[in-house]
């Protein structure tokens, strides 16, 4: 059985937040032959009263609308199979590497997790988050989760066991063909903290580049079913600085000896946002300035290396261009080099 290349996703309505606009478009630019679906909570109630009657009275009953999307998902994925992410996981790498020769793929959340009381109250020694799941479709692990999901039924408890983390990694351990799936660690799609996220530590540089060194995809954690959203939309609730004392002592006296490196990324080559960037840093009054673009489109056999060049993808004519970027494409600036194969660095 082989995974559909299909990725599917909730939200209440087919208006889903601009906050999560982003981050639905990286899964398109990394994956872009998959058809991405999204689901509405009338989509949903549908699915279940035309392909699981029986669970309707159940499904249209829960108190907490997180329930429904649980169960949403899973009855999705069993009848048609997929990909499904939650609106506030991004995606960093394709997909089809992960996936390759698997039938279901889950990932464990990070282990720090495990600290915290209610999971320490549950008894549960690993976690299966149901944020990121890949499925066949028809994949008989989605009846044991259906079982699970009935039984929990008769017992007063929240979410998590009625369906979501707890009753799925139950239903995982008492899976006799546990074989079947991949059980993926923590890195590859969990790589970061709830904490790490709340605290908006998961921005530290450091932090992010050994994160998500081996990450396919990070759950930023959003919990928009028991936390209150921050104020700023999205935004972590609080960032943590440190402010170092002495750092103005290394300027020089004359401010336009202090050299302003302006950083952009062209990895796409040649395109309109590309064009807006350099056309900002061209309007930066400060004289002692340099921009570094960052692209892997290098040409090699140029004695600069900068293989830049206008071109209809930007969906303007090359006359259009800023002239000093042209020239920076033309090679005709005072300095335009490549560093380490993937740095084009043009003073423009």
Same mark, same amino acid.
């Given at each position: 059985?082989?995974?559909?290349?299909?990725?599917?996703?909730?939200?209440?309505?087919?208006?889903?937040?601009?906050? &999560?606009?982003? @981050?639905?478009?990286?899964? +398109?630019?990394? #994956?872009?032959?998959? /058809?991405?679906?999204?689901?509405?909570? =009338?989509?949903?109630?549908?699915?279940?009263?035309?392909?699981?009657?029986?669970?309707?009275?159940? &499904?249209?009953?829960?108190? /907490?609308?997180?329930?429904?999307?649980?169960?949403?998902?899973?009855?999705?994925?069993?009848?048609?199979?997929?990909?499904?992410?939650? @609106?506030?996981?991004?995606?960093?790498?394709?997909?089809?590497?992960?996936?390759?020769?698997?039938?279901?793929?889950?990932?464990?959340? %990070?282990?720090?997790? @495990?600290?915290?009381?209610?999971?320490?109250?549950?008894?549960?020694?690993?976690?299966?988050?149901?944020?990121?799941?890949?499925? =066949?479709?028809?994949?008989?692990?989605? *009846?044991?989760?259906?079982?699970?999901?009935?039984?929990?039924?008769?017992?007063?408890?929240?979410?998590? $066991?009625?369906?979501?983390?707890?009753?799925?990694?139950? *239903?995982?351990?008492?899976?006799?063909?546990?074989?079947?799936?991949?059980?993926?660690? !923590?890195? %590859?799609?969990?790589? &970061?903290?709830?904490?790490?996220?709340?605290?908006? #530590?998961?921005?530290?540089?450091?932090?992010?580049?050994?994160? !998500?060194?081996?990450?396919?995809?990070?759950?930023?954690? =959003?919990?928009?079913?028991?936390?209150?959203?921050?104020?700023?939309?999205?935004?972590?609730?609080?960032?943590? $600085?440190?402010?170092?004392?002495?750092?103005?002592?290394?300027?020089?006296?004359?401010?336009?000896?202090?050299?302003? $490196?302006?950083?952009?990324?062209?990895?796409?080559?040649?395109?309109?946002?590309?064009?807006?960037?350099?056309?900002?840093?061209?309007?930066?009054?400060?004289?002692?300035?340099?921009?570094?673009?960052? $692209?892997?489109?290098?040409?090699?056999?140029? %004695?600069?290396?900068?293989?830049?060049?206008?071109?209809?993808?930007?969906? +303007?004519?090359?006359?259009?261009?800023?002239?000093?970027?042209?020239?920076?494409?033309?090679?005709?600036?005072?300095?335009?080099?490549?560093?380490?194969?993937?740095?084009?660095?043009?003073?423009?």
């Amino acid at each position: 059985m082989a995974i559909p290349r299909t990725l599917h996703q909730l939200w209440k309505t087919a208006d889903v937040p601009a906050r &999560f606009t982003m @981050l639905r478009e990286t899964w +398109r630019k990394r #994956n872009p032959q998959r /058809e991405i679906r999204l689901w509405t909570d =009338a989509d949903l109630d549908e699915l279940v009263a035309s392909r699981y009657p029986d669970l309707l009275s159940l &499904f249209r009953g829960y108190k /907490e609308p997180i329930c429904r999307a649980d169960l949403g998902r899973y009855l999705v994925l069993e009848t048609f199979g997929g990909v499904y992410a939650d @609106l506030d996981c991004e995606c960093l790498k394709p997909l089809d590497p992960l996936l390759a020769g698997q039938e279901l793929m889950v990932g464990l959340e %990070p282990e720090e997790h @495990l600290k915290n009381d209610v999971v320490v109250e549950s008894g549960l020694r690993r976690l299966i988050c149901p944020s990121f799941i890949a499925s =066949a479709a028809g994949h008989p692990f989605w *009846a044991q989760v259906r079982s699970h999901v009935a039984a929990a039924e008769s017992r007063a408890s929240g979410p998590l $066991t009625l369906t979501g983390t707890f009753l799925l990694t139950r *239903a995982y351990e008492d899976y006799a063909e546990r074989a079947s799936i991949a059980l993926l660690a !923590s890195p %590859p799609l969990y790589p &970061f903290t709830k904490d790490q996220c709340w605290s908006g #530590n998961v921005f530290e540089l450091d932090v992010w580049e050994r994160g !998500s060194r081996q990450a396919y995809a990070v759950h930023y954690w =959003a919990g928009g079913w028991f936390r209150q959203a921050s104020p700023l939309d999205g935004l972590p609730w609080a960032l943590r $600085t440190r402010v170092v004392d002495g750092a103005a002592a290394s300027y020089p006296s004359d401010p336009s000896q202090t050299r302003i $490196t302006c950083v952009t990324g062209a990895d796409e080559g040649w395109t309109q946002a590309l064009e807006m960037a350099l056309a900002s840093y061209l309007r930066q009054t400060h004289a002692n300035k340099e921009l570094l673009v960052l $692209t892997e489109k290098v040409d090699r056999r140029s %004695p600069r290396g900068c293989s830049l060049t206008p071109s209809a993808r930007s969906g +303007r004519r090359a006359a259009s261009t800023p002239p000093a970027a042209s020239s920076c494409a033309a090679g005709t600036p005072a300095s335009c080099r490549t560093r380490a194969g993937s740095i084009c660095s043009c003073n423009l």
